[in-house]
């Protein structure tokens, strides 16, 4: 189950980064291919200066969708195989004041500024926090389906035993 989700977490980190030279409206709205070739930039002609690669959005939207991304992962381990649903989050006060913590310093970081110098972090719009969100949340989705075939499939996997007929009992030796 955990591999979906870490794979998830992974290439939504990912897709920030991406999304953000694409698509942003305030990005530079590179190719694909544009992007994938940062690295000969300055060997090359482009129609955008390559100091777009210094920029510090990406880096700061592709963070923040981490530690989002994260903060719903501990709201899904509330419980191993029961759904939010089910268990809702205010069962464990703790958790939901370390997340809401965990959010107030991750703001404190983005948002004053001797602190996102030194995290070398910008402070993101409102369409960069849509976007944090979108790229989040699905880790809910895939653990409540993944929670919903753990609950489901109980047996399964163990419905063909296989027996040493040394361990087996007096009875069933003597009826082979």
Known sequence: MLHFSAAY???ATVAGFIWWFVYANDGPRLN????????????RDTTYPCSVFDDQHPSTVSMTVLVVVEMFNAL???????????IPPWSNLWLVASIILTMILHLLILYVHPLSVLF???PLS?????VVLYLS???IIIDEILKFFSRNSTGLRFRF????????????LHDK
Do not use: H, I
């Open 137 to 139: 949340f699905p880790v």
């Open 76 to 86: 899904n381990n509330l419980s191993e195989n029961q759904s939010l649903f089910v």
């Open 161 to 172: 035993r296989l027996r040493r007929p040394d361990f087996l009992p007096k009875k069933e």
């Open 120 to 122: 070398s972090v910008t």
């Open 32 to 43: 694909y291919s544009e992007l994938m070739n940062f690295d000969t930039c300055s060997s």
């Open 126 to 130: 409102w369409a960069d926090w849509r």
């Open 9 to 11: 977490v992974g290439l």
